[in-house]
């Protein structure tokens, strides 16, 4: 059974009207930024109701980060960079059951390359849910970087408030997809080479150009280490042996 589209799911829910999603769509092509996003710029949808929206055509359960209280030993199984790159946050440990499970809040949740690091690297399975951008964000902030919560959704604001023209420069194959309409993904934004105003805000969110090179190559790396264990080459375990030998 194929999954609906997002601004289908918007439609049946009155979120929208057909010649608001018309106008919407004429906008993307004409700006290249995402539907979603320029539907919450445009003030016709909340980003509540986008993360609502991708939830349902993922078949997801939603998150709200302002109210989770996190469980600092979820968020210790992951780097503060990796979540950032990736615009994620892990919330909670599920230890109910045969199998303990992370519970990560994604902005994206078809980013199965990093589920997938993350169940190769913790050992643990991923239940994804959904968040919005600016949650997601926040927490990384807060848990991370220690920014108090006002001072964190002030800066998580920030950008999504100014992503729409950051969003103009990617490229529209580069853009994931569900089900034919992308989702915002801070993952694919060029960052400005000047380093001021919300150019430092992204760097410092996600990373400056300067370190594009390191991250190639990382992203090079976790790819050939799923390869290797889908092949049976290599253990999680073999893998963790070697990385401690290595420790100087």
């Known amino acids: 059974m194929s999954r609906k589209r997002i601004g289908d799911i918007l439609l049946e829910r009155k ?46 359960g939603t998150v709200d980060l302002a109210q989770a209280q996190p469980d600092w030993s979820a968020v210790h199984m992951l780097r503060a960079r990796f979540c950032e790159a990736h615009e994620l946050f892990p919330f ?3 230890k109910q059951g045969p ?4 519970l990560v809040a994604l902005s994206d949740p078809l980013n199965q390359p990093a589920i997938e690091e993350i169940e190769f690297t913790t050992g643990l399975k991923v239940l994804p849910y959904v968040s919005t951008h600016s949650q997601v964000r926040t927490a990384i902030l807060r848990y991370y970087h220690k920014h108090s919560q006002a ?6 604001k920030t950008v999504v408030t100014t992503l729409p023209q950051a969003a103009a420069q990617v490229e529209e194959d580069d853009a994931p997809m569900v089900m034919g309409e992308e989702i915002i993904s801070m993952q694919n934004v060029v960052p400005s080479k000047k380093k001021g ?3 430092k805000d992204l760097d410092f969110l996600f990373g400056g150009t300067e370190d594009s090179e390191n991250d190639d ?8 280490l799923r390869a290797m264990q889908k092949k049976g080459l290599l253990s999680r375990e073999e893998f963790l042996s070697e990385l401690e030998k290595s420790e100087p």
């Not at 539907?39 to 016709?44: F, R």
């Not at 001072?151 to 998580?156: F, V």
């Not at 190559?217 to 050939?224: P, T, Y």
């Open 151 to 156: 001072d964190a959704e002030a800066r998580a």
């Open 99 to 102: 199998v303990k499970r992370l």
């Open 197 to 199: 105003g919300v150019a």
């Open 15 to 60: 979120a929208i009207t057909p010649a608001q999603l018309e106008a919407g769509l004429a906008a993307q092509k004409r700006t290249r930024q995402r539907l979603g996003v320029t539907l919450v710029q445009q003030g016709l949808i909340s980003e509540v109701q986008l993360a609502q929206a991708i939830a349902a055509s993922t078949n997801l």
């Open 92 to 94: 909670a440990i599920d």
């Open 217 to 224: 190559l990382e992203r090079k790396f976790w790819a050939l």
